[in-house]
C-alpha cells in the first residue's frame, strides 16, 4: 500500500508558472492533501490545473518555480518516480500496428529487469490480460487509421496494461475517460475500482463524470484556476459545500453540481427561521469588497475561485488534513520546505537489450503496414522506366554528353526530393517516443539507431536499388559491373545523406506541414549550388562557399566522373581529346578543383 502526501507551494514572491503548465499568472497557490489507497479523482472545468498537478505529482512536469515536498508512505519521491509508477496518458498513445500481447510483451521486455525469464515476462503479460479482460482480443491488432482494430474500451485498457507490467503501487491516469462513450467510462472505471482494492493508489483527473462514476470515486479534489478548492472524501462533499451555502437538488448530478459551483454559474441559498430559502451573500460574486495582493504587490480584487478557495482553508476538513500532514511529518522527521527537483530515468535492460525490441518493434510495423514500402517501391520502379524511356540507349556523341549530364541532375534531384518522407519519423511517433522514454523503456541513442536501422534499409535501400537496377542499363550508362555498383553506391550515399537532413528537420520541429516546407526548400536551395544551374567558380567569394553543404552537388559530380572517365565518343584522337578536356573543365566548374580526373590520365586513356 502506498499513501500520497502532497503540499506544494510556489516559491516566495514568484508566481506558479511551470512550463507548458495551465497555471499562468497565479500568485498564490497552495495543495496540501493526503491521497490513499482507492480511486482519488481530481475533478474541474477545463484550464483548472488538473493535467498539471497530475503532472507534477507523477514527477513529469518541469518543477521550476516550485517548492513544498511529495511524499510516498511518508518519506520523499524516489529518484526514479516516474519510472516506477504508472502513468496513462489522455490520448491513447499505442504501435497500433502491434497486437494487445505484442504491445504489453514490449513493455514488460524493456521495463522488467533482465534478471527475470523470458517465460516469466510472457506469464506476467498473460496475467495482466486477463485481469483486464482482453483475453478474446489479445491477439487482435490494436488498430491504426488504416487498420481496424479493438474497441476504444479494450484499447485503454491495453495502456492501462502496459502501465500495469511493473506492479505500480501509484498509477495516475489523465483524463481516462476521453473519447469513451458512457458503456466504456463505466467499464475502465469500475476496472480501476477492481485495481484500487488490491492496494493500488490510482490518482486520475476527470472533467465531467456521470453519477454512476461518481459514485466510485473515494475522494475528491476540486480544483478551480489553479487552487484547490476541496479535497477530501467524495461521500463528504456535498455536506461541505451545504455547510458554506451551496444546495444541490434533487436529481442533479453531484459532480455537474460540483462544477457549476466553482464557475459561479449556481448561487449559494441559505435558510432562514421561517424555513424559505433566500440567496447567501457569503461567497457571490457580488459581495467582494475584500482585497488581495498579487506577486507583484499590487492590490486587486479578489476573484471567486480565492474566496472558495479561503473557504476551504477555514473548513474542518482542511484542518484534518494539515493535522495528517503534522502526524506524518513527526513520524518522518523535520523537514524543511525545498525546491522540488526533476527526477532521473533509470533503466532496467542494457542498451543492446533496448536496441533489439525497438528495432523488431520497427521493422513489425513496417510489414504490418507495407502500402507505404509498397509505394515507395512502385514509385521508384515508375520513374525508373520513365526515366530509361526518355534517355534510353544514350549515344556517344554531343547530344550523349547533353543526356548524361541531364539525367545525372535529374537523378541527383530525385534522391534528395524522395527523402523528404523521412521528416515524419520523429513527428509521427513523437508523442509515443516522449512517453516511453519518460518512462524508462530505453535510452534515446537506442531508439536513434533503431529508427535509423529502420527506415534507411526497408525504406531508402530497396527503392534505390530497384531505381538503380532500371536506370542504369535502360539509359545505356557504361555497361561495366564495378561501374554499376559504384553508381549504386553513389545513390545509396545521397539518399542516406538527404534522409539524415530530413530527419534532423523532423527532430526539432512538430508539425509536418512546417517541416515539410523547411526540408523542401533547403533542397531547393541545394539544387541552385549542384553545379548544372550556374557556374559555381563565377559566384562571388561571399557565397561560394555554400556549395559545400550542397548534397546533389557531390551526386552529381560524383556521377560524371564514374561515367565519363574511360568513355570514347569517336574515333578520332583530338576530338577525343577536346571532348574530354572539356568534361575536365566540367568538373573543375563544380568547385572540385583538385580533379576527380587528373588530365595525365585522359591523355593516358586515350592512348
Known amino acids: 500500500m502506498a499513501s500520497v502526501t502532497l503540499r506544494i507551494v510556489p516559491k516566495t514572491g514568484a508566481a506558479l508558472r511551470p512550463f507548458h503548465s495551465t497555471f499562468i499568472d497565479i500568485s498564490f497557490v497552495f495543495y496540501s492533501g493526503v491521497l490513499n489507497p482507492g480511486l482519488n479523482a481530481i475533478l474541474g472545468p477545463t484550464g483548472s490545473g488538473k493535467s498539471s498537478l497530475l503532472d507534477i505529482l507523477a514527477a513529469r512536469k518541469d518543477r521550476r518555480g516550485l517548492c513544498g515536498e511529495v511524499l510516498i508512505d511518508g518519506v520523499p519521491q524516489p529518484s526514479n518516480f516516474k519510472c516506477i509508477s504508472g502513468y496513462v496518458v489522455q490520448d491513447d498513445i499505442i504501435m497500433g500496428t502491434l497486437t494487445v500481447r505484442e504491445n504489453l510483451l514490449f513493455s514488460a521486455a524493456l521495463r522488467l529487469p533482465n534478471s527475470i525469464r523470458f517465460k516469466e515476462k510472457e506469464e506476467k503479460v498473460d496475467q495482466i490480460i486477463a485481469q483486464l479482460g482482453l483475453t478474446k482480443v489479445s491477439d487482435s491488432k490494436v488498430g491504426t487509421e488504416l487498420i ?18 511493473t506492479d505500480p503501487l501509484v498509477l495516475f491516469l489523465d483524463e481516462p475517460t476521453t473519447g469513451l462513450d458512457s458503456s466504456t467510462a463505466k467499464s475502465v472505471l469500475t476496472l480501476l475500482k477492481r485495481l484500487s482494492r488490491c492496494g493500488r493508489t490510482i490518482i486520475f483527473s476527470i472533467h465531467q463524470p456521470q ?32 455547510f458554506i451555502g451551496y444546495e444541490c437538488e434533487t436529481f442533479n448530478n453531484p459532480a455537474d453540481f460540483f462544477l457549476d459551483v466553482i464557475t459561479g454559474d449556481s448561487s449559494p441559498v441559505v435558510t432562514n427561521d421561517k424555513g424559505n430559502r433566500q440567496r447567501a451573500v457569503g461567497l457571490n460574486n457580488e459581495s467582494s469588497e475584500s482585497l488581495t495582493t498579487n506577486y507583484m504587490g499590487v492590490e ?9 478557495a479561503e473557504a476551504y482553508v477555514k473548513s474542518s476538513q482542511y484542518q484534518e488534513t494539515v493535522g495528517m500532514l503534522k502526524k506524518i511529518k513527526r513520524n518522518g522527521g523535520v523537514r524543511e520546505m525545498k525546491e522540488i527537483q526533476m527526477q532521473s530515468i533509470t533503466y532496467t535492460t542494457s542498451f543492446f537489450h533496448q536496441l533489439f525490441w525497438v528495432s523488431n518493434r520497427i521493422f513489425k510495423n ?23 524511356a526518355i534517355y534510353f540507349g544514350v549515344k556517344l556523341d554531343s547530344s550523349g554528353i547533353q543526356n548524361r549530364v541531364g539525367s545525372f541532375h535529374f537523378l541527383a534531384s530525385y534522391e534528395c526530393f524522395s527523402s523528404v518522407s523521412a521528416v515524419a519519423l520523429f513527428i509521427q511517433d513523437r508523442k509515443i517516443f516522449i512517453h516511453e522514454y519518460i518512462s524508462g523503456y530505453y535510452r534515446i541513442s537506442a531508439y536513434f539507431l533503431a529508427t535509423i536501422i529502420g527506415d534507411l534499409l526497408p525504406i ?73 544551374l550556374v557556374n559555381l567558380p563565377s559566384i562571388s567569394n561571399w557565397l561560394n562557399w555554400l556549395q559545400y553543404f550542397s548534397i546533389p552537388r557531390y551526386c552529381f559530380a560524383a556521377l560524371q566522373a564514374n561515367e565519363f572517365r574511360n568513355l570514347y565518343f569517336c574515333n578520332d584522337k583530338q576530338r577525343n581529346d577536346t571532348t574530354l578536356s572539356q568534361f575536365h573543365q566540367r568538373i573543375e566548374n563544380l568547385g572540385f578543383r583538385s580533379g576527380l580526373i587528373k588530365q595525365a590520365e585522359l591523355k593516358q586513356a586515350l592512348n
Open 460 to 532: 531508402r535501400t530497396l527503392p534505390a536499388v530497384v531505381f538503380s537496377c532500371i536506370t542504369y542499363w535502360m539509359v545505356g550508362y557504361q555497361r561495366i559491373l564495378t561501374n554499376f555498383f559504384f553508381f549504386l553506391l553513389i545513390l545509396l550515399l545521397t539518399s542516406y545523406s538527404a534522409t539524415s537532413l530530413a530527419m534532423a528537420v523532423g527532430a526539432g520541429l512538430d508539425t509536418m506541414t512546417t517541416a515539410g516546407v523547411i526540408i523542401n526548400g533547403i533542397f531547393v536551395f541545394a539544387m541552385t549550388f549542384s553545379g548544372l
Open 300 to 308: 486587486q480584487e479578489k476573484t471567486f475561485a480565492e474566496k472558495l
Open 211 to 242: 453519477y454512476f462514476i461518481f459514485k466510485l470515486f473515494d475522494s475528491l479534489t476540486l480544483l478551480v484556476n489553479g487552487r484547490m478548492v476541496y479535497h477530501g472524501p467524495s461521500k463528504t462533499a456535498l455536506q461541505y459545500f451545504s
Open 366 to 388: 513496417f510489414i504490418r503496414n507495407p502500402h507505404s514500402s509498397i509505394a515507395e517501391v512502385f514509385l521508384n520502379s515508375l520513374l525508373g522506366l520513365f526515366l530509361g
Open 148 to 165: 481496424r482494430g479493438v474497441s476504444g474500451g479494450e484499447r485503454k485498457r491495453t495502456n492501462i496494461g502496459m502501465e500495469l507490467i
